[in-house]
């Protein structure tokens, strides 16, 4: 079944110490999304791929970074985590034409602890 | 800004019961997304609904969409426990898929 992946399912890291979380997807979709997701709250995007260019929301921290080095993979670098980023964090793609245009397909997700 | 609003923000009801869940916004949505999250997984697309006054029907599910297309209603007949989880609105607003803050819903037997 086409789907999408993401690594590790469950992440426990130390204050500042760096995460890298994966993502890889088969449906060929030319965007790909970070998502954080806190406690039951909405999903709030940090930034997305349409292809190799990259889309940063205003309000995500220098702290997270991306790589989209094929159209399959994407990653979520954390680079010093503080206690605040201990969240869910989502991977989704979509096609942005086509029937289900725009429709996500999400991971399972993949949750941070922060010690 | 929250473009989307959603209510109510939990219900915790009986099985068998019926429950709706309201999605609004002052911002006209060319299509409005629902989807379902169990805890410990990611979202799941229940429906898409495009033109204004469209009802669609998944099951014991029915979903609205407002003739304005600002706002959409999930309605569900005679809840049962596998109901239960967070559910998410998402209007689209351009290209950009924005979701409202869901509304968890328990049900228990």
């Known amino acids: 079944d086409a789907m999408v992946i993401q690594n590790p399912r469950y992440q426990v890291t130390q204050f500042g110490k760096p995460v890298t979380l994966s993502c890889s997807q088969t449906l060929n979709h030319n965007v790909m999304y970070w998502y954080q997701q806190k406690s039951s709250q909405a999903p709030k995007l940090l930034f997305h791929y349409y292809d190799k260019d990259f889309n940063n929301e205003a309000d995500t921290p220098d702290n997270f970074q991306s790589r989209r080095p094929n159209t399959s993979f994407c990653f979520l670098d954390i680079r010093s985590p503080g206690l605040g980023d201990a969240a869910m964090y989502l991977c989704a793609t979509s096609s942005r034409t086509g029937p289900g245009a725009n429709v996500l397909t999400f991971g399972a997700g993949s949750r941070l602890t922060v010690l | 800004t929250q473009l989307l609003e959603q209510s109510p923000q939990f219900l915790s009801i009986q099985e068998g019961e019926n429950l709706t869940v309201y999605c609004n916004s002052s911002s006209v949505f060319s299509s409005l997304q629902w989807y379902r999250q169990e805890p410990g997984e990611g979202p799941v697309l229940l429906v898409t609904?495009?033109?204004?006054?469209e009802v669609k029907k998944l099951k014991r599910l029915t979903f609205q969409f407002g003739d304005a297309r600002k706002d959409s209603s999930l309605h569900i007949t005679a809840a049962q426990t596998g109901d239960t989880g967070l559910y998410l609105c998402a209007g689209l607003y351009g290209n950009k898929l924005v979701f409202g803050a869901g509304t968890i819903l328990r049900v228990k037997s």
């Open positions: 609904v495009v033109t204004g006054g």
